[in-house]
């Protein structure tokens, strides 16, 4: 047996702030390795990833079961701020403290923990695997989508795969993510004459074009949304002349938008509407835009009904099937096949105290070990 109690704490004692690895990835292998895990070093760049793999008695080893996760974790910011240092692990009032117990150290703690759980007295008729990166809370370039590149030339990807996010807002059993928003950034430019603000006539303010280029997006329904997902959602970030002069007119202006789409656009079907908006006011600006993430979803199976069924029997709820939040780690999962998310209360990521009930780690680990002993029944 495995405590996912004492394996999260070893994990968080390992201060792997994006990118640094500072031994995290050790401590999983040198867990799973003894249970007959092979490990593959998938290191791209200065990212350290790896892949671990367990072969049961099927010949070709099918079906295989993926659980995707991260090791790195965000910035603690003031550490003087914190009840308990960020990375001691302490446990307090039932609940342990420290930088990545819910996002997402605790969620492969207890993956892992299920595994060493379900091959005490099973051998799986197929092939369990982790994926794991140290390059999900930055730019996510070496992580993930790199070591996914790697198991399709190696011929590794699995039929189906689970990412270990903390999904729940208030309590096990509440959310199982089924897709993800797409997200589009545009970065948006008017440029004018700068001039004295007591001779309009001898300048050219960017400042009212831009007004109204920005009115007729965020005036602009996209759509009303679908079945999965909410309307498409355009926010104004940031509008800077990088003038502070109030009598000097701008020479121009910038403004930046972010837009979360659902599944009836693309990135690039997306942006060409983008442009039409802008273009029914002035075609007098420049524009760049950045996408990220496009959106996805998993549609039902047996596979996902297991899933749901199994965190219902562990916790008594039916967990909704939602498409909400940022972006993760399982855009890149789906360009390769089917996957949902599934983890840990998500109530204090990336907070100063970030912690997690100590009963709800063996919680998810019997739910974990409920959904493999079912996956390869």
């Known amino acids: 047996m495995i405590d996912p109690v004492a394996l999260l704490q070893d994990l968080i004692r390992c201060a792997s702030?994006?990118?640094?690895?500072?031994?995290?990835?050790?401590?999983?292998?040198?867990?799973?390795?003894?249970?007959?895990?092979?490990?593959?070093?998938?290191?791209?760049?200065?990212?350290?990833?790896?892949?671990?793999?367990?072969?049961?008695?099927?010949?070709?080893?099918?079906?295989?079961?993926?659980?995707?996760?991260?090791?790195?974790?965000?910035?603690?910011?003031?550490?003087?701020l914190w009840t308990h240092p960020p990375f001691a692990a302490v446990i307090d009032d039932g609940k342990i403290y420290g930088r990545g117990t819910s996002d997402m150290k605790g969620n492969i703690a207890c993956f892992v923990a299920a595994v060493a759980k379900y091959l005490e007295n099973n051998t799986p008729a197929g092939s369990i695997s982790l994926l794991i990166t140290g390059d999900e809370e930055a730019e996510a370039i070496?992580?993930?989508?790199?070591?996914?590149?790697?198991?399709?030339?190696?011929?590794?990807?699995?039929?189906?795969?689970?990412?270990?996010?903390?999904s729940n807002p208030e309590s096990l059993g509440d959310e199982m993510k089924i897709g993800r928003r797409g997200s589009l950034t545009g970065h948006l430019k008017v440029k004018g004459t700068q001039g004295h603000v007591a001779y309009p006539q001898l300048a050219d303010n960017p400042m009212p074009r831009m007004v109204k280029l920005l009115d007729a997006l965020v005036s602009y329904e996209f759509d009303q949304g679908n079945e999965h997902f909410p309307a498409t959602n355009l926010e104004i970030s940031t509008i800077d002349t990088g003038n502070k002069a109030d009598n000097v007119i701008p020479a121009q202006t910038e403004a930046h938008f972010n837009i979360r789409f659902n599944s009836n656009w693309t990135a690039a079907t997306l942006e060409a509407r983008?442009?039409?908006?802008l273009n029914s006011v002035t075609n007098r600006y420049?524009?760049?835009?950045?996408?990220?993430?496009?959106?996805?979803?998993?549609?039902?199976?047996?596979?996902?009904?297991?899933?749901?069924?199994?965190?219902?029997?562990?916790?008594?709820?039916?967990?909704?099937?939602?498409?909400?939040?940022?972006?993760?780690?399982?855009?890149?999962?789906?360009?390769?096949?089917?996957?949902?998310?599934?983890?840990?209360?998500?109530?204090?990521?990336?907070?100063?105290?970030?912690?997690?009930?100590?009963?709800?780690?063996?919680?998810?680990?019997?739910?974990?070990?409920l959904i493999l002993e079912r996956y390869f029944s």
Not at 323 to 337: E, I, K, M, P
Request: glycine share 10%; charged share 25%.
């Open 17 to 80: 702030v994006t990118p640094l690895d500072e031994g995290a990835q050790d401590v999983l292998i040198n867990a799973l390795t003894p249970l007959g895990f092979k490990s593959y070093d998938v290191t791209r760049g200065n990212i350290r990833n790896t892949f671990l793999r367990y072969d049961g008695q099927a010949g070709d080893n099918t079906p295989h079961f993926c659980f995707a996760g991260h090791t790195d974790v965000v910035p603690v910011g003031d550490e003087t």
């Open 142 to 166: 070496n992580g993930t989508v790199k070591v996914l590149e790697w198991m399709e030339e190696q011929g590794q990807l699995p039929d189906f795969t689970l990412v270990g996010e903390p």
């Open 274 to 277: 983008v442009r039409e908006v």
């Open 286 to 369: 420049e524009l760049t835009c950045i996408s990220n993430a496009e959106a996805f979803i998993t549609q039902p199976s047996a596979t996902t009904d297991m899933i749901i069924g199994a965190i219902r029997d562990i916790t008594g709820k039916t967990p909704e099937q939602t498409t909400r939040g940022g972006t993760s780690d399982a855009r890149f999962v789906a360009q390769y096949g089917d996957v949902v998310e599934f983890g840990l209360v998500n109530k204090t990521i990336h907070k100063t105290d970030e912690h997690i009930k100590v009963a709800d780690l063996h919680t998810l680990t019997d739910i974990y070990a």
